[in-house]
């Protein structure tokens, strides 16, 4: 979440006049985060979160909604959207795509490690939120798949010093032979990081920033999150840890057995994404405001001890 468009008062309340959710108390803006204008909601109706939509196309956006106000219809603890009064979920605010959503209670753990209850009670979740997708009508690729990391990576090789090249080939030959599309798959969060997952003590009161969501393989989401939550600061996985979290999710969505030996290598595929977003922010940075890169080195030193898994 970031700030990139300030709002005028007098076109928020025209916006606002849309929804039957009162008189506004506060608006303030959101600084963590890269994609999308975000802002805290607060009006006499309660809290919200409201968001201006900076990179998607608008006729992409509906999905991301659809899919969290599917989860929080299924009891996935997610921002379901507001409808305004004509039964719209996106409206436009300062030329630009908008919504209002749930604000959810709770923290992030961002800035410690995960206790072992915590990747216990996300293991589980995400297990969940897998089968609570299976059936979402909707279908809609991964916008940084496969592909795409192709792709970027060709856009970001002639900027990168030669030990990155080095690395960044490799790993696109590497990967081209590790399938996905013939995995149990669905819906995947796709961003699930410790910023993106609020806790009330040990449980998970909200799952946030939907909007990397799309049709992939249940596993690879699973090795984003491993990813995320597991890594030691020099990049080296807690093994112990890892194995909590698969254990904790394989009691909710048991594995296919075509999915076991492809733990490593898709904990490689995710690193490499991550690496390329992180890349792509530094090499071809947008103007904004309250906004902070993340370093690209902590998912390469990622990238490379996983590595030595497969």
């Not at 592909?147 to 002639?158: D, Y």
């Not at 990967?175 to 796709?190: C, N, S, T, Y």
Request: aromatic share 12%; hydrophobic share 40%.
């Amino acid at each position: 979440m970031a700030v990139y468009t300030e709002i005028p008062p007098a076109q928020l309340a025209a916006f606002l006049g849309q929804y039957e959710l009162g008189e506004l108390v506060q608006l303030e803006g959101i600084g963590a985060g890269t994609e999308n204008s975000n802002f805290f909601l607060q009006t006499r109706a309660g809290s919200y979160v409201l968001t201006l939509f900076e990179r998607l196309e608008p006729a992409e956006i509906p999905y991301y909604l659809h899919v969290t106000e599917w989860f929080s219809q299924r009891g996935i603890p997610c921002p379901a959207p507001i409808h305004a009064r004509d039964g719209r979920i996106l409206g436009e605010l300062c030329g630009k795509p908008a919504a209002i959503v749930q604000r959810l209670p709770g923290q992030s753990i961002e800035g410690r490690a995960a206790t072992e209850p915590e990747i216990i009670a996300l293991g589980e979740l995400l297990g969940r939120m897998h089968l609570a997708g299976k059936d979402f009508p909707e279908r809609h690729r991964n916008p940084a798949d496969f592909s795409w990391c192709q792709e970027m990576a060709r856009r970001l090789l002639p900027k990168l010093s030669p030990d990155e090249r080095e690395l960044l080939v490799e790993e696109r030959e590497a990967q081209k032979f590790w399938p996905r599309d013939k995995l149990p798959g669905g819906v995947i969060h796709a961003d699930l990081f410790p910023d993106n997952v609020l806790f009330e003590g040990d449980r998970i009161t909200g799952t946030i920033d939907y909007y990397y969501a799309g049709d992939d393989a249940w596993l690879y989401d699973l090795a984003v999150v491993a990813n995320a939550w597991c890594s030691q600061p020099d990049g080296s996985l807690d093994k112990d840890m890892a194995a909590l979290l698969w254990q904790s999710y394989e009691r909710v969505r048991p594995f296919a057995r075509q999915e076991h030996g492809l733990w490593f290598p898709f904990m490689r595929a995710a690193a490499l994404r991550f690496w390329l977003l992180r890349l792509e922010a530094r090499h071809f940075p947008r103007a904004g405001q309250l906004t902070a890169q993340r370093d690209p080195e902590e998912y390469r030193r990622i990238l490379l001890r996983r590595q030595e898994f497969c």
